[in-house]
């Protein structure tokens, strides 16, 4: 009797590895039913702003339109005219771009940066691969971590679920003072961001996003981003460097300086 029960376990134990093996039959139903999204996608326009899809970057007076709370637009134009300057030695209090300081661009930003990228689709998770950051999407049926075991981060946690071909995702516990675009707009730790995304034709795909606020903005944010597939065969373009001797746009006393390529 007790070797019998001894092996009870271990067959349960090997049933259930079995039900989620990866190449199971009920896993591959689900596979086979979630889009293609694979190659290598860039953004269509400019990667300067969020609000729209042909904005000019480093141009004097350009900027987002957040529903912001009086407070918070007031610090906004105050940090553009920081932001302005943050490559000038002579300006007494520079602000340097977020995306420069951890090498990262972050939750919004991500969404809408110049760099490639790629969405790899499984049943229990989607992937999305910018350059050195790569955003986990957990679409197993979790929800979010408990209270205290959040912590600000740069992406934030992120869960979601499909809507036939559309991804919905919903991320929180996001860093606060990071820049949203080449503009310094942020948010608070208090930010949800709502997402959906699709192919809307063979070599497009569409993410729209919609931010609420309760401490920054009066009302939600949204805008939409397309993708563009690459060409097949396209290769992932290196990634930029930060820090050491290959970084050239080092940060000096506060300052971001421009390192110019030395002649051979």
């Known amino acids: 009797m007790i070797a019998v029960l001894g092996i009870v376990p271990l067959l349960l134990c090997e049933s259930a590895t079995a039900q989620t093996t990866p190449n199971s039959p009920a896993r591959m139903e689900v596979f086979s039913k979630l889009p293609d999204w694979s190659g290598l996608w860039r953004i269509k326009g400019s990667a300067a702003l969020l609000d729209v899809e042909n904005g000019r970057s480093f141009t004097p007076g350009n900027r987002d339109h957040l529903p912001y709370k009086p407070d918070w637009e007031a610090r906004y134009q105050t940090d553009l005219v ?32 110049p760099f490639d990228y790629e969405f790899v689709v499984t049943p229990e998770a989607t992937w999305i691969i910018v350059e ?14 408990p209270e205290d075991e959040l912590w600000p981060t740069l992406l934030g946690r992120s869960i979601g679920h499909w809507e036939g071909q559309t991804l919905v995702v919903e991320t929180i516990s996001v860093k606060s003072g990071l820049w949203a675009d080449t503009t310094p707009a942020t948010l608070s730790e208090q930010a949800r961001y709502t ?11 569409e993410d729209q996003a919609t931010i609420t606020d309760p401490t920054a903005l009066t009302k939600p944010w949204s805008f939409t981003k397309h993708y563009t597939r690459m060409k097949p065969g396209s290769w992932a373009a290196e990634p930029e460097t930060c820090g050491g001797p290959d970084d050239r746009n080092p940060i000096v006393n506060g300052r971001v300086t421009v390192v110019l390529p030395s002649v051979k």
Do not use: W
Not at 92 to 103: A, E, F, I, Q, W
Not at 195 to 200: D, F, K, M
């Open 82 to 113: 920081r932001a302005e300057h943050q490559g000038d030695a002579s300006y007494p209090n520079p602000l340097v771009d977020s995306h420069t300081l951890y090498c990262a661009a972050g939750m919004p930003r991500i969404i809408g940066t």
């Open 132 to 145: 050195k950051e790569t955003r986990h999407i957990y679409t197993d049926g979790r929800g979010f971590p």
């Open 195 to 205: 997402e959906r995304i699709r192919q809307i034709d063979a070599n497009t795909l």
